[in-house]
């Protein structure tokens, strides 16, 4: 009878630590971190870059940055904040990005959201160079922040591209790299990359077929524009008779056409003033 006393007395003490355990995790602040993940590598990163160059019909994009908590869902609204770390950023509020709202839901019952932050592409500076927003999440009434790993944000962006390690394998087709020819194939040819080996056979035929779509659309700009009216590009002419080519979604971007006596053709012009001449 005694041993079943002790046994019940152990029992009801850890029954009480229990349920002052859970009351303690009940009454603490849950945690709101960045949920990023690499789609290839499927690991978590903290930074990721953009470019407008690839969305030419937009000079003002809103990017959805992910945010998960760990702790309890419960049936109300939440809300977390964040903030812009100064010395890690080199955008400018209300040139580069809008600035930050006060603080961010958490919807009921949910253990996730999303930051939405916009940014601007409009910049001349973008198309020479990039900046960074750096952002950080703080503690609210409603979350604490516990996990310093997680609680920072590096959004890298600009309106200009790079050239891919594609190019080169595919130069004696495309011609001498530049950034304003890149965005132009980006545009006409169908696609934004080219494979990576052009000994496949099997991919090769596609590959020439985005090639033969820039090279036509290079060789008559005017009269090819036509046929992506329905990706909304179109020939607009300057008041003093220059003709370019743009995305009726962003007038900001205009790609001038010169006009050649010589041949009676129309050409663009590279970032260094330089004529690009189909191959």
């Known amino acids: 009878m005694k041993k079943i006393t002790a046994i019940s007395m152990f029992s009801w003490i850890l029954l009480i630590a229990c349920k002052k355990q859970d009351d303690l995790v009940f009454r603490e602040n849950s945690n ?3 949920d990023f993940t690499d ?5 978590r990163v903290d930074s990721f870059f953009y470019s407008f160059a690839l969305f030419p019909e937009i000079s003002i994009d809103t990017l959805l940055l992910p945010v ?3 702790g309890e869902r419960v049936p109300y609204d939440r809300w977390f904040k964040a903030t812009v770390v100064a010395n890690g950023s080199t955008a400018t509020a209300g040139l580069h990005y809008k600035a930050l709202d006060t603080a961010y ?4 019952d949910s253990g996730k959201a999303y930051l939405p932050l916009i940014i601007y592409g409009s910049d001349p500076l973008l198309l020479d160079t990039s900046v960074v927003i750096k952002l950080k999440i703080s503690a609210s009434s409603a979350f604490s922040n516990n996990f310093p790993s997680y609680d920072t944000a590096k959004i890298t962006f600009s309106n200009r591209l790079e050239q891919p390690l594609w190019w080169v394998v595919w130069e004696s087709d495309l011609g ?3 950034r304003v020819k890149h965005e132009l194939f980006i545009r006409t040819s169908g696609t934004t990359e080219l494979q990576l080996d052009n000994s496949d056979w099997q991919s090769t035929p596609k590959t020439l077929f985005y090639l033969r779509q820039f090279r036509a659309f290079m060789m ?8 992506y009216k329905d990706k909304g590009y179109a020939i607009g002419q300057e008041p003093n008779g220059t003709y370019y080519f743009y995305n ?4 900001n971007k205009k790609y001038p056409l010169e006009y050649s006596a010589a041949d009676g053709r129309y050409y663009f012009h590279d970032e260094n003033g330089n004529r690009i001449v189909p191959q």
């Not at 008559?220 to 046929?227: C, E, L, Q, S, Y």
């Open 248 to 251: 009726t979604g962003n007038l």
């Open 176 to 178: 001498v790299y530049s």
């Open 220 to 227: 008559d700009p005017i009269a090819r524009t036509v046929d």
């Open 39 to 43: 789609d290839v590598k499927s690991t």
């Open 105 to 108: 839901k958490i919807p009921a």
């Open 68 to 70: 998960r908590i760990s």
């Open 32 to 34: 709101v971190y960045f």
